[in-house]
């Protein structure tokens, strides 16, 4: 077995890179000052072609491949993305004006509208490429920075993936900042010993091809629960050491397809069972290990989704996947000052992920900043055959989720909040009223609303994990897990003694759910099912009623949760993205630095209006604060 570093997996066995075919989307752009003004010189000069190609942006790609409208109003050559051809032709229509012949094919480059195509128009229209030839800080890169750098050869995806992998190697299983109950993050189970070839492939396909995608080259930390064929997949449990899945999750071939990095598996809670992230894997057994936050190391990150949070606020990955059953997203973002969105259920495949309960379960990102969460959604929605539900989706998914990254969305929008979500801890309230003041101020209506009577059996209905759990993983076992697994069952399981410890009675009760309370619990007229319908139908027309582009509430409490709030998607089905709103302090009486996120719900696939809405507050806010202890390596 080769070991990265002490206690973090390598796998056995280095497999053949997964083969991928190149999916075309939607890029954003920016340069800098300097680069403009190099490319504006060369272009006034008429020596464009000449350019030395070390210090230009790639071609671009035949296809769009971000649709953020910033970005893309400019575009001149019809793929959807400024690049160097858009600047070459308005170099060669410059002095152009509204009497020339061929005006209609240049007038969305006269950026100050004044009839007239000048080197101004042109600085403009620069501003909108994905390059950067300044220095590259990875910490806190999004996948934009990321791309920019790469554009210019300031950096290589190989140079960001070794990056990674050092951080991981040097912060992970380290207790950085020791104290009284300190420990060390416990984030990563496994890193990819084939990552950096991934990386070389994404490298030469952007030198062959330009930039084809905005995840192009960029490294992803995946919850142990998606199957990935490279690396084992444990859920977090001893037991399934040696599960190593012939085939990638359904999610996880999204994201290859679009050139990304897999480059490591992230901790969670065993079987995403609870929100404190403590797993068994490659562990003795009898033994275990929590994850723990990397703004306070003695506080749990969250879960189940805890490890993906952890490593992506620690900087130790560029974007991050998780499950959310119960609320296995939104946790350990609300705890490490993520957004995070849970998706509609059917808006991603769940087919190669193990289940905890189908009813409620969907995958969804985790990232430092709403345009990577829009940019990582966008490679992992589809219809897949694997998981009937998804066939739901049909016609409501636009091209892009980025074309939703707009700053004024909360301009006109009215949002709606019930009073008893809020709570009453001292730093969830304080947040809550500078968040309401901050929503009205970028424009929107604030309403409180008097939910119907039923509102609170909505957030009152169990989790499905009880009853679904030994049915849905049955399924698993039987469509996905390595032949070569003993465990193949919950009693074997047990049998293996690989788990953590106390979770021994959940596991021998879930084993004697029968088929029949399953049934009755989640088949097609069971009481769950019917519950979440009805809870859909209630809050939709709820919204309606009020005119509502969203419910907002707080997704937690620091380090804690807010009454059953989390429950209020799973339990609809509907769609929620979370986005940090500040963080406590000593005056508050809380956990000083704590981080709390305020969640906005909204109809089905309403994905894009949060977004929207969840970016308009965030650039109004910056509420994300860095983790001081995980800085730059020295």
Known sequence: MSIRSASVHQPDQRPT??????VIRRTRTRT???????????????????????????PAPATAAFLAPYYTALDLTGDQQVTQADLGVVGDHLGATTASPDWASVATADVDADGILTVADLAAV?????????????????????????????????????????????????????GDGARALNSIITTS?????????????????????????????????????????????????????????????????????????????????GFVSEF??????????????????????????GGTGAAISANLAGIGFGTDTGGSIRVPSSYNQLVGIRPTVGLTSRDGIIPLALSQDTGGPLARSVTDAAVALDAVVGVD???????????????????????????????GYVASMIGSNPTTVRLWNDAKATLEAQGATVVEITPPADFSKVLGESSGSTNEFKHDLNGYIAAHLDPDVTARSLQGILDSGKYVPSRQGTYSSRDKITEETYQAWAGPTGSHT????????????????????????????????????????????????????????????????????LEFLGHDYAEGTLIGLTYSFEQATHARTTPEAYGPLG
């Not at 892009?400 to 969305?409: N, V």
């Open 32 to 58: 800098t000052a300097a680069a403009a003004l190099g490319i504006l010189a060369t272009v006034a000069a008429g020596a464009l072609a000449a350019a030395p190609a070390n210090a230009d942006p790639a």
């Open 193 to 273: 010993d084939v990552a950096l070839q991934a990386a070389a492939d994404a490298d030469a396909e952007r030198a062959a091809d330009g930039m084809t995608s905005p995840l192009l080259g960029v490294p992803i930390a995946v919850k142990d629960n998606y199957d990935t064929a490279d690396m084992p997949t444990t859920g977090g449990c001893g037991c399934w050491d040696d599960n190593q899945t012939a085939t990638d999750a359904a999610m996880i071939t999204g994201l290859r397809n679009e050139g990304a990095v897999i480059l490591a598996k992230a901790s969670l809670d065993e079987f995403a069972f």
């Open 17 to 22: 890179s997964p083969q991928r075919t190149t």
């Open 126 to 178: 620069s501003e909108r490429m994905i390059y950067d030839d300044g220095p590259f800080d990875l910490i806190e890169a999004s996948a934009i920075d990321m791309q920019a750098a790469m554009n210019a050869g300031v950096t290589t995806s190989v140079a960001i993936t070794q990056d990674y992998l050092d951080r991981i190697a040097a912060y992970d299983r380290t207790v950085v900042a020791p």
């Open 280 to 305: 068994s894997a490659f562990q003795p057994a009898g033994t275990s290990t929590l994850v723990a936050s990397p703004y306070n190391t003695t506080q749990t990150a969250g879960g189940s989704s």
């Open 385 to 415: 055959p694997s998981d009937p539900i998804t066939s739901e989706q049909e016609g409501k998914v636009p091209d892009s989720y980025t074309s939703f990254l707009d700053p004024t969305a909360l301009q006109g929008a009215r949002i």
């Open 530 to 597: 019917t519950a979440i319908a009805t809870g859909n139908a209630l809050v939709t027309s709820m919204m309606d009623e009020q005119d509502l582009d969203a419910l907002v509430y707080p997704s937690a409490n620091p380090y804690g949760t807010q009454s059953t709030n989390l429950r209020l998607s799973p339990n609809t089905g509907m769609p929620a993205v979370t986005v940090p709103m500040g963080q406590s302090i000593d005056a508050d009486g809380t956990v000083a630095g704590a981080g709390v996120n």
